[in-house]
């Protein structure tokens, strides 16, 4: 058996684990849906996110302020719907 080292052993070591020619990828259905769960989830931290600086700026005023925050950046940010960055 031959040593390699460096950059030639990480190569010669992913060419060894990866797949062949003939073998199945993971299919294109389990990527997207992957993106799809993502993109929910994502959403879902957006409006809960929002709700939050909602109810902080409604209950404690002083602690947006504290942040660094006008309360028309405030404003701007708790109408935007959800999908929306």
Known sequence: MQHVSGA???S?????TSASPGEAKAPPRRTWFAALRGTFALWKERGRFRAELERRARDDPYLIDDMGLTEKQVRAEIVKPFWQA
């Open 8 to 10: 030639a052993a990480i």
């Open 12 to 16: 010669h070591r992913t060419a060894e």
